[in-house]
């Protein structure tokens, strides 16, 4: 550790591995419920309606809440706001256990949405900023690509976990879902007392306390936001990085709502499609965390913006073979080679965002980023459902994967921008590959 103003400041492997150590308690409790918790909604008395807008009401909670909470966590520290992100957490997902009605579902999925807003960015900021206390200007682009890894794994396991229990059922006379959801709670607290206890961050206003701290942050977090949105004005790289974000997320709504519409249509029933997309979402993440790793080892020979068009437009054209596959071997085959794209794309896209960063607007920029993702998401799901409708599920699945590889021209100024600042130019390269 070094020591700077009075306080330790972590080396860059050790924060690396405090990075890595998080993100794995963050997702591997995500595995556990991320293909039960409609069945679960849908259990307890909810309809399919209901359900939907219970999803919705939670990203629309992420959206108006992701500037201000990250504006507020690049002012006031991450650290607090990210043991809040997970104090919430836990107080949300202990709702789901108790839920029997609409509302209880829609007040546990607003607070999931407090959740994932204040958990955006700040341990990504994190990380970034004390990585560079020791290693001004370091690129971080082998860490991110690690912690994709991490996080991809971590869900696949946590999915074969999740089918473990429900197969062991061991409560008679409860629901076989009942076992997934209590662990996914527990495991949630061990997140928290986690996050205590591993993230340590300099106080960046010694002396003064806490309430005073936070009404002063409170304050400066509408600047910050305000200089973020700013930077979309007069950095043309970072404009078009997020930009790229619509485009991926109109190709996400093919691998992650098309694909099970889909499957059905293949193998002729609802309740086949979801005896296999169990297996099939943790195969998926699974090759996630494979494409991670790759972009880490590409993105050392070729480049980051490089690995990222290469990645963007590979992912767009598996989203449009999945709509031409004729067959429920051949789609799932297709969909797991666009997941590895999806995770390769992830980590450089994500890198090269920090690159256009500074330390006081990183987790506003990382939220920047992630608001756009919600919005577009929100905006292209329903009017590719109308187009699905009016013509075919294939149709509206090869539209959306043909218009997201546009997206890969965007990171062209990011590209230009990469080639322009070599080694001669003064870039620092970390090694943070062994911890």
Same mark, same amino acid.
């Given at each position: ?33 991320? =293909?039960?918790?409609?069945l ?8 399919v ?24 966590a690049?002012?006031?520290g991450?650290r607090?706001?990210?043991?809040t ?23 546990a999925?607003?607070?999931?949405g ?14 970034v900023d ?6 001004? =200007?370091?690129?971080?682009d082998?860490?991110?690509a ?5 996080l ?33 709670v527990?495991?949630n ?25 936070a009404?002063?942050?409170?304050k +400066? ?34 691998f992650?709502?098309f ?5 059905? +249509? ?39 913006a ?9 992912? =767009? ?13 051949a ?9 590895l ?42 009017l590719?459902?109308?187009?699905? +409708? ?7 699945m ?12 965007f990171?062209?100024?990011a590209?230009?921008? +990469?080639r ?16």
């Amino acid at each position: 550790m070094a020591a700077e103003h009075g306080y330790a400041v972590l080396s860059p492997a050790a924060a690396r591995r405090v990075f890595l150590t998080l993100s794995f308690t963050r997702w591997f409790p995500v595995g556990l419920v991320v =293909g039960l918790l409609t069945l679960w909604q849908l259990e307890r008395g909810l309809s399919v309606a209901q359900s939907l807008t219970v999803s919705s009401a939670a990203g629309l909670t992420v959206f108006f809440l992701e500037l201000p909470t990250s504006g507020f966590a690049d002012a006031f520290g991450r650290r607090p706001v990210f043991i809040t992100a997970a104090a919430v957490n836990v107080v949300a997902s202990a709702m789901l256990i108790v839920a029997q009605s609409f509302w209880a579902f829609l007040a546990a999925a607003v607070l999931t949405g407090v959740f994932r807003a204040l958990d955006s960015g700040p341990l990504e900021a994190w990380f970034v900023d004390t990585v560079h206390v020791s290693t001004p =200007g370091a690129d971080v682009d082998g860490s991110l690509a690690a912690q994709g890894t991490v996080l991809g794994s971590s869900i696949a396991a946590g999915a074969l976990v999740s089918g473990a229990l429900v197969w062991w059922h061991p409560f008679t006379g409860a629901s076989a879902l009942l076992l997934p959801v209590l662990v996914f709670v527990g495991l949630n607290l061990v997140h928290l007392l986690a996050t205590i206890v591993l993230l340590k961050e300099p106080q960046t206003r010694a002396g003064s306390s806490a309430l005073a701290r936070a009404a002063a942050s409170a304050k +400066e977090a509408p600047t910050v936001v305000r200089d973020g949105l700013g930077l979309l004005r007069s950095n043309r790289v970072l404009r078009g990085i997020i930009v790229v974000e619509v485009f991926w997320s109109v190709a996400m709504i093919v691998f992650e709502t098309f694909q099970p519409i889909r499957l059905a +249509e293949l193998v002729g029933s609802e309740e086949r499609a979801g005896a296999i997309m169990g297996p099939v979402a943790a195969g998926g993440w699974a090759v996630f965390a494979i494409g991670a790793a790759l972009a880490g080892w590409t993105s050392r020979r070729v480049g980051a913006a490089r690995t990222a068009i290469l990645a963007r437009v590979l992912n =767009g054209v598996g989203a449009v073979v999945m709509g031409l596959v004729a067959g429920p071997a051949a789609l799932i085959a297709a969909y797991s080679v666009t997941y590895l794209l999806h995770g390769s794309g992830g980590p450089m896209h994500a890198a090269l965002l920090h690159r256009e960063a500074r330390s006081g607007n990183r987790a506003t920029v990382l939220s920047m980023n992630s608001m756009v993702a919600f919005a577009a998401f929100g905006l292209c799901a329903p009017l590719l459902g109308l187009l699905a +409708e009016q013509t075919s599920t294939q149709v509206a699945m090869v539209a959306a994967g043909a218009v997201s590889i546009v997206g890969a021209l965007f990171y062209l100024p990011a590209r230009r921008a +990469e080639r322009a600042h070599s080694p001669a130019d003064g870039a620092v390269a970390v090694e943070t590959a062994t911890p």
